[in-house]
């Protein structure tokens, strides 16, 4: 997808006007995903050594 982004503008022009590139947009919710799913299981995005500070079980929400 990144390909498709540097190889073509990222502002395309529509019948209704400037619009943002349908694969910049995709992208972008892409990433939002990756760095929930990421989150949710804990998993460190870099290289760094120190513990994941883990927070206790929720109890039900009221």
Known sequence: ?????D???VIIETTQGPKTH????EFRQQ???F???MATM???LDDDDTPQKRAGVRGPQS
């Open 22 to 25: 349908p694969a910049v947009v």
């Open 7 to 9: 190889d073509s503008s």
């Open 31 to 33: 990433s939002l995903a």
């Open 35 to 37: 760095a929930k799913v």
């Open 42 to 44: 804990r998993i460190p």
């Open 1 to 5: 997808m990144q390909a498709v982004i």
